[in-house]
Structures are given as C-alpha cells and as structure tokens.
C-alpha cells in the first residue's frame, strides 16, 4: 500500500550529525503514523521515535531524548529523522515504517507498523 525508502545514512565521527530521510509513495502518506527504528548487529531491533500523522505529535525513546529529532513533511511525502551527537553505539542499520493504527502516534512495539523501507547504514566511528 506504501512503499518506503530511507537515505541519508552514512559513516561520521563521534559528535557527528546526520539528517536521515525516509520517502513515501502514493498521496496518501498523511493516512500513517510514521516510526523510526534502527537494528545493530547481534541486537533486536528497537523503537527509536514516532510522529503523527500530522506532524504535531511525536514520540522519542528515552536513550535518544535531546539527540534525535523526529518531523515530517507530507507536502513532500518524507519524515526525517535529525541525529546529533551519535555515538558509537548509535551505529546500526536504520529503518523507517508506516501504520495505518488508529492510536497516533503509533506505539513503540514492531507489530504496530504495517509497511517498512529497506534501511540505511549508520556507522559512527570513535
């Protein structure tokens, strides 16, 4: 029903920045709830932030809180996902993804999002 696509991942020094996008399909990206989560190896993969559906509303993690800044613009089909003073173990495949739930913002759990993008590679250096 949407499809998703994340860019912006990249290889940075630690206190380094990145702007993560993720862009959707079709014209009706303002319908989801849009969540953010990233996968290291050896790990599950985790909740990091989501945002409503219309952008006024959005959910962090508690480890990422005062770094990471979730937005979206619908106009653009895109949500993004600001990333400020990444550490090294911030490094991870990152992955946006889409629900149709009726609780907005969605709730952390994987099992809520329906539709997922095939992920970006952070790697964050010492």
């Known amino acids: 029903q949407v499809q998703l696509v994340e860019s912006g991942g990249g290889l940075v020094q630690a206190g380094g920045s990145l702007r993560l996008s993720c862009a959707a399909s079709g014209r009706t990206f303002s319908s989801y709830s849009m969540g953010w989560f990233r996968q290291a190896p050896g790990k599950e993969r985790e909740f990091l932030a989501a945002i409503s559906r219309s952008g006024g509303t959005t959910v962090h993690a508690d480890f990422v809180k005062g770094r990471f800044t979730n937005s979206r613009d619908n106009a653009k089909n895109t949500v993004y996902l600001q990333m400020n003073s990444l550490r090294p173990e911030d490094s991870a495949v990152y992955y946006c993804?889409?629900?149709?739930?009726?609780?907005?913002?969605?709730?952390?759990?994987?099992?809520?999002?329906?539709?997922w993008g095939q992920g970006t590679q952070v790697t964050v250096s010492s």
């Open positions: 993804a889409a629900t149709t739930i009726g609780i907005d913002p969605a709730p952390p759990g994987l099992v809520a999002y329906d539709y």
